[in-house]
């Protein structure tokens, strides 16, 4: 089965760190731009952070750049989302995307809740 499986969300203080992963299983991420989406309660989903697995290009959004880290493991055909200086407002589901042309595969998604 074709799938993307999100780990590593929780709950986590002000200023503390958490590394998401996003595991592929039944395809590589060969070719695919990799992303790291967000959508928090009453508000809609929002692009993060973004690798290319050709290249290892990467692009932050303004909110998460300098804090946020995005990376992949071809071998373990995955990719990580390491947070740091988390701010209550990173509070969201984290969901990773893997796209290649006009597909499109999505995780379900891992909450991350950042106290204050």
């Known amino acids: 089965e074709v799938q993307l499986v999100e780990s590593g969300g929780g709950l986590v203080q002000a200023g503390g760190s958490l590394r998401l992963s996003c595991a592929a299983s039944?395809?590589?991420?060969?070719?695919?731009?990799i992303a790291w989406f967000r959508q928090a309660p009453g508000k809609e989903r929002e692009g993060v952070a973004y690798?290319?697995?050709?290249?290892?290009?990467?692009i932050y959004a303004v909110s998460v750049e300098g804090r946020f880290t995005i990376s992949t493991n071809n071998a373990k055909n995955a990719v990580y989302l390491q947070m740091n200086s988390l701010k209550p407002e990173d509070t969201a589901v984290y969901y990773c995307?893997?796209?290649?042309?006009?597909?499109?595969?999505w995780g379900q998604g891992t909450l991350v809740t950042v106290s204050s």
């Open positions: 995307r893997a796209s290649y042309r006009n597909l499109e595969l």
């Open positions: 039944g395809f590589t991420f060969d070719d695919y731009t």
């Open positions: 690798i290319s697995s050709r290249d290892g290009s990467t």
